[in-house]
């Protein structure tokens, strides 16, 4: 039986609806995504919000310092500042589709997939950004892409959401190559979100709906949950030994769910390797 833990609320239900988190350089941000908003929080207990677009989907360091943003419909570079340095400009013309969740990947792309406001199927692309700031297509035809993290092999864990599978993908040319799935989720539990790899090969991943996270070890084996008093579980990133879970408020009675779109923390380091640090953009 996989050993149970319990998530505690780090903030007061400050997210609409937060994903991708990210721990770096010692602190940890998200974003709330529909608000378009990059969240930090500082050590202080305090929050700082920067407005980067109409949708803020994902993040991550760039070398040099700053940060690069997928927004609704661009790829966006920002100093350290915060300040747009650079833009793609928008990748398609659909209002109805937007950015969602991405990562980078060994050669220092940023890679993030698109999907339908409405969650229609087969209408999502994972687009790759280039260290030169060009932008491919990567794989065509998913409908809720979802959390992409590498290994140094250049293999990547993906979620497409409505599959209820963590796969294993291999990319080769640009291209998607090859799917492998590692764990199928079962029905009822939730469906898979955002994950953060560990240093073992091990992942943990978001059940959206289901109020926890669950840890997985390289073979795909189940070996711990933490329960999050917030049923719309979105995504984690682990700070060291500490997982961190991004919950969402949409749709959410507070009289029901008091704490959804809080920050949540759980010690981990008795059942989970810690974490890897952040893969940065090149660009």
Known sequence: MPTVLRATALTDPILGHGEGPVWHDGGFR??????????????????????????????????????????????????ASMQVEWSSGALWSDP?????????????????????????????????LRPDRTVEVVEEGLTIPNG????????ALHVDTPTHRIDRITLAGGRTAGRRPVVTIEDGVGHPDGLTPDAAGGFWVALFTGGAVRHYTADGVLDAVVEVPASQTTACALGGTRLYVTTSSRDIDPDDEPLAGAVFVAEVSDVSPPGLPVRPYAG
């Open 30 to 79: 998200c974003v709330d995504m529909l608000a378009g908003d990059v969240v930090t929080l500082a050590g202080d207990g305090s929050v700082r919000r920067d407005h980067v677009g109409d949708v803020a989907a994902a993040f991550r360091p760039r070398v040099g310092g700053g940060w690069v943003v997928a927004t609704e419909r661009e790829f966006v570079l920002l100093d």
């Open 96 to 128: 109805d589709i937007r950015f969602n969740e991405g990562g980078a990947d060994p050669d220092g792309a940023f890679l993030c997939g698109s999907m339908a406001y409405d969650e229609r199927s087969g209408v999502g692309t994972l687009y790759r």
């Open 148 to 155: 992409l993290a590498f290994a140094d092999d250049g293999t």
